[in-house]
């Protein structure tokens, strides 16, 4: 069935199931989940449930897209991401953020856990994403392009909502928040860097490196919704500190930072006006 219709399809289910209008869509990184313990929820949806919706294969438990209000804005969560490297075709992976638009979403929010690539940057830490190096071998836009969504050609001049990201620098003055601002590079995956690759990120500009964001951005900034991203940085991957990655290092180091990381996002769509 054709891409579009199978789009429009999952949104009409959805609609159907659920009169809430959400206006922030928030896709949450791995490991990254704890914000859902602060949406009062007001309904939610497996996404086994929804027409054409990608389904993990993987895990046993499937994803669920919550709606509720965070704070006084209305929101609704991925609950479960989508990647690349699990084998979803680039149009699965962004297929939920085409659904979140047709909801009515107007700003897209992200996080993710990524290798710090900027010796100045600690384990932890949060870098807020001011633009990002797209080094994915398959882009979410390639094929006929759906005219009713966006242009062929989608500007990224502003990939990350500039007056988001001042808020944010402000709010994370205030609360003493750990935080950078930096360019993210978008991995393939699923295996970590080499040396050399690391040091080739850095050389070509890159702060971070991680294997998602960016085919949600694209998406967005095609259909013209304002995006703000934030990486927990996981692991140091410049020299002196590159050394084996186990993943109960990342988890740990994700953990420290997820508290920062959840005001900081609170904060951020309390002090935003659509
Ligand atoms: N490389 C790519 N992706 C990552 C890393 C990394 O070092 N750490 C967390 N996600």
Redesign the pocket.
Known sequence: MDYLLRIKEATDYIKQKVSFEPEYGIILGTGLGALVEDVKVEDSIHYEDIPHFPVSTVESHSGTLIFGYLGDKKVVVMKGRFHFYEGYSMKEVTFPVRVMKLLGIKKLIISN???ALNPGYQKSELMILNDHINLQTDNPLVGKNLDEMGVRFPDMSEPYDQKMIEAAVKIGAEENIPLHQGVYVG?N?PN??TRAEYNMLRVIGADA???STVPENIVARQMDIPVFAVSVL??L?YPGHIKKISVEE?IEAAMKAEPYLTMLIKKVIAADKI
């Open positions: 856990a990524s290798g991995v995956g970590l860097e490196v991680g294997m996981t692991d991957c990342v």
